[in-house]
């Protein structure tokens, strides 16, 4: 991995994603009456690219400052979102060895971090008692769309974020 200069565009960038990701989320959900919650995470995919070559302390900051967003945005309780981003973004860089070998374990490495996300979340929020839900309705009306819109998203964005983050080593396989 060579390292380049954090882009000071990023933050701004990942601000604007995370207001689309909430878009798409109502509106996919929406699309299907809410029996499904499609959940979106650009955000967590262009920070599973980003981790590939920028340094890690400006990202690792940078996701603190985006998940207290979060959590003013969509909760109003700090600490949630701020805790889960931070860390998902950290653990891309203990993993990073394994991760970025190429594609395939890009798009493994971007199911484990999307469901360790959203287990995480529904956890946290279940021990505060902020939300309710059977195991049944999470994995089936909640974690499956949400798994395959981001895997959808992954595709779709590969192109575009291949050619602005990765050097030749990952995108050659």
Avoid at 1 to 15: D, G, K
């Amino acid at each position: 991995m060579t390292e380049r200069e954090f882009p000071l565009y990023l933050a701004p960038v990942l601000f604007l994603l995370m207001l689309v990701d909430t878009h798409l989320t109502a509106f996919l959900s929406n699309l299907s009456n809410f029996h499904y919650i499609w959940n979106v995470h650009l955000v967590l995919i262009v920070f599973l690219w980003a981790a590939y070559s920028l340094p890690k302390m400006p990202t690792i900051a940078l996701s603190f400052v985006l998940g207290l967003f979060y959590d003013c945005y969509y909760l109003g309780i700090i600490g949630i979102y701020t805790v889960c981003l931070t860390v998902m973004v950290w653990l891309l860089y203990v993993f990073h060895g394994v991760i970025y070998q190429n594609l395939y374990t890009m798009f493994f490495a971007l199911v484990i971090f999307v469901t360790g996300y959203e287990v995480i979340l529904l956890v946290t929020q279940i021990l505060f008692k902020l939300s309710t839900t059977t195991s049944v309705f999470f994995i089936s009306r909640y974690l499956a769309p949400t798994l395959l819109v981001n895997i959808i998203l992954f595709a779709i964005t590969l192109i575009p974020l291949k050619r602005g983050s990765l050097s030749s080593s990952v995108v050659g396989n």
